[in-house]
């Protein structure tokens, strides 16, 4: 059964580094998603991404953060400035159509120390 | 706004037994998605059930099962003859027509043996 994949699993970096978060959703998905958990709270939409451009995004996702597909496989999450309070799991989804299931990658789990 | 509520922070149940987890939401919009996810310790996120808004008939997936209440804005998850598995948080989400979806902030199930 296809999968979403996302890597590193976990992710250690200082305050202030850049770090890149990177997906392969299923490869049929037209649509993909970045979310993040923080230790202990719910899941957050952080942006929605279809035809190579953003197609919403939450007030979480300002300027320092970005999205891009630089290929026909990867969808990547980079956050250009770390702050301690990044410190989270991110979930990559994709579904196939609008308005419909998700599917969620196993997550990485990003310590801004 | 949508917004996703789970009144019930934590629950258990023994092993066998039947379990009803709570979810209510607000919306004005009239077609929308509702799921059930499942997160297990490894935080992966699992989708369990969904729900379209349009369909009357309540969703069932084996043994998970839900009360779809559309005019009260309801949607609780029915675990019958609970396993040890299932232990796990249960997020209740929403997807309407702005393609973001909601959670609510998770109820976390214990089955006991």
């Known amino acids: 059964e296809p999968e979403v994949t996302q890597t590193p699993s976990h992710q250690v970096t200082q305050m202030g580094q850049e770090v890149i978060l990177r997906c392969v959703p299923i490869s049929n998905h037209l649509y993909f998603y970045w979310y993040r958990q923080i230790l202990g709270q719910k899941v957050e939409f952080l942006v929605s991404f279809y035809n190579n451009e953003i197609s919403e995004k939450s007030e979480i996702f300002d300027d320092q953060f970005s999205v891009e597909r630089p290929d026909g496989s990867n969808f990547t999450l980079k956050i250009r400035s770390t702050k301690l309070e990044d410190s989270a799991m991110y979930f990559c989804?994709?579904?196939?159509?609008?308005?419909?299931?998700?599917?969620f990658g196993p997550g990485t789990r990003l310590l801004v120390l | 706004a949508q917004t996703v509520t789970q009144s019930q922070p934590e629950m258990s149940v023994q092993e066998a037994e039947t379990v009803t987890l709570s979810c209510t939401y607000d919306t004005s919009e009239n077609n929308y998605y509702l799921f059930w996810y499942k997160q297990p310790p490894s935080r992966q996120m699992i989708l369990v059930i969904r729900?379209?808004?349009?369909?009357?008939q309540n969703a069932t997936e084996n043994r998970f099962s839900v009360n779809f209440q559309k005019a009260a804005k309801s949607f609780s998850l029915k675990i019958s003859d609970s396993q040890l598995g299932d232990t796990a948080m249960y997020f209740c989400a929403f997807i309407g027509n702005n393609n973001d979806m909601r959670f609510g902030a998770g109820t976390r199930l214990t089955v006991k043996p």
């Open positions: 729900q379209e808004a349009y369909k009357q």
């Open positions: 989804a994709s579904s196939l159509i609008e308005l419909e299931t998700q599917y």
